[in-house]
C-alpha cells in the first residue's frame, strides 16, 4: 500500500463526512459498537477513527465512568471529529500509528476499529499491538469491506474512475477492498495472541445520495483525487463521468450503497 492510499488530508475529510459517512459507514458503525460488551467503567482504544462515525454512538453507549481514547493517524480528520462531537469528559482524541500504538500495557479494555485495517502496512503487528494494550479477556471488534464486487456502488465507481487512465489507473480501492479472505484474517487474529474469534458476513444499505454526491464523495473524500491529479487528470472532469456513469446504472434519484462488510470480533487471551 501506497502512503499516498492512507493520506486523508486536505479537504478529504469534509468530503469524507458530508457523503461517505452516511452512504457507506454509518450503517456498519451501528452494527459495530452494538456489538462491543458494554460495562461500567470501560476503557476503549479506537484506532482509525476517522471523521469520528463510530465515536458517536460510542458516547450514546458508554456511561459516565467510561473512556474512550479515539486515535488517527491523520490529524485532519481528528480536527473534524473533535469538532463535531464537541467537549466530553469520557473523549480524549489523540493522533497515533495503530502499528506503535504510543499507550501501556493492558490499558483498555476493548480495541475498535471501523474499516481502518485494510489501511495498515502490517497488519499483523497492528493486531500484536492491539493485543498488547489490552487487559487479559479484553475484546477486539473490527469490520473490513467485502470484495469490491460485492458492493456494487463502489465497484461501478472504481470501474469509471480506471476507465478515465487506461494505461495507468488509480488503484486506491485495492487497499480498502484488499482484506477479504475471512480465513486469513482468523489465522491472523489467533496468530497476534487472541482466541474466541468469530467473523460475520454483514450486509447493509447506506442512506440515499444522488449520482454527483456520491462521485463527489468516492472521488473527493479520499486519496482518489491525488491520484487523478498524480496523473495529469481533472478531478471535476473525472467527478463528472462517474456520476454520468452511476447515474447510468442507478438511475438520476437518489439511490443507496448496498454494501457488504466482514466483523471480526476476538477476545485476548
Known sequence: MSELHSAFVGSIPEYYDRYLVPFFFEPFANDLTL??????????????????????????????GSRIV??????????????????????IWRQADAMRLPFDDASFDAVVCQFGWMFFPDKSRALREARRVLASRGQLLF???????????????????????????????????????????????ASAGFDSVSIEL???????????????????????AAEIRQRGGDVERVVA???????????????PSPMRALVCGALAT
Open 35 to 64: 456489538r462491543l460488551n458494554v460495562r461500567p467503567g470501560l476503557r476503549v482504544l479506537e484506532l482509525a477513527c476517522g471523521t469520528g462515525v463510530v465515536t458517536e454512538r460510542l458516547v450514546r453507549l458508554l456511561e459516565s
Open 70 to 91: 479515539a486515535t488517527d493517524l491523520n490529524e485532519a480528520m481528528l480536527a473534524v471529529a473533535s469538532r463535531k462531537l464537541g467537549e466530553d469528559a469520557r473523549v
Open 241 to 255: 463521468v462517474t456520476a454520468d456513469q452511476l447515474a447510468t446504472h442507478f438511475g438520476h434519484a437518489p439511490f
Open 202 to 224: 454483514v450486509a447493509r444499505e447506506g442512506a440515499r445520495l444522488i449520482p454527483a454526491e456520491a462521485a463527489s464523495g468516492i472521488i473527493c473524500g479520499g486519496p482518489f
Open 143 to 189: 469490520n473490513t469491506w467485502d470484495r469490491l464486487e460485492n458492493c456494487p456502488v463502489a465497484a461501478k465507481a472504481d470501474a469509471a474512475i480506471r476507465a478515465c487512465f487506461p494505461t495507468d489507473p488509480p488503484t486506491f480501492y485495492e487497499t480498502p477492498f484488499g482484506m477479504y479472505d475471512a480465513e486469513s484474517i482468523r489465522q491472523t487474529i
